[in-house]
């Protein structure tokens, strides 16, 4: 079992920039992949980014390649995911997930509660 609680959210203008940040728990945080994924209001959860347990490889989505960067820390139980040059089409709740893999396609198994950005323009 896997506990999530994202923070950082909060409102900014197009150009800048936030850091999220997902606290999990648990002894086997390092076992896991962890990931990022938003909703927009009247739109299907998507994708945004994850990072596999030893922080080897790392998927994006096309929309925030470039501009987004997600990172760990282990010895924290801590996920990270850097903003830069956002977009009011950024604006939506975030959301931390861990599971054993996570792909632009899985369905993670545990998700945390959410942190709403939004960009103004």
């Known amino acids: 079992q896997v506990q999530l609680v994202e923070s950082g959210g909060g409102l900014v203008q197009a150009g800048g920039s936030l850091r999220l940040s997902c606290a999990a728990s648990?002894?086997?945080?390092?076992?896991?992949?962890m990931g990022w994924f938003r909703q927009a209001p009247g739109k299907e959860r998507e994708f945004v980014a994850s990072?596999?347990?030893?922080?080897?490889?790392?998927y994006y989505a096309a929309s925030v390649k470039g501009r987004f960067s997600i990172s760990r820390d282990n010895t924290k139980n801590t996920v990270y995911l850097q903003m830069n040059s956002l977009k009011p089409e950024d604006t939506a709740v975030y959301y931390c997930?861990?599971?054993?893999?996570?792909?632009?396609?899985?369905?993670?198994?545990?998700w945390g509660q959410g942190t709403q950005v939004t960009v103004s323009s």
């Open positions: 997930a861990a599971d054993r893999v996570i792909t632009i396609t899985t369905i993670p198994a545990y």
């Open positions: 648990g002894r086997t945080f390092s076992s896991y992949a």
């Open positions: 990072i596999t347990s030893s922080s080897g490889v790392k």
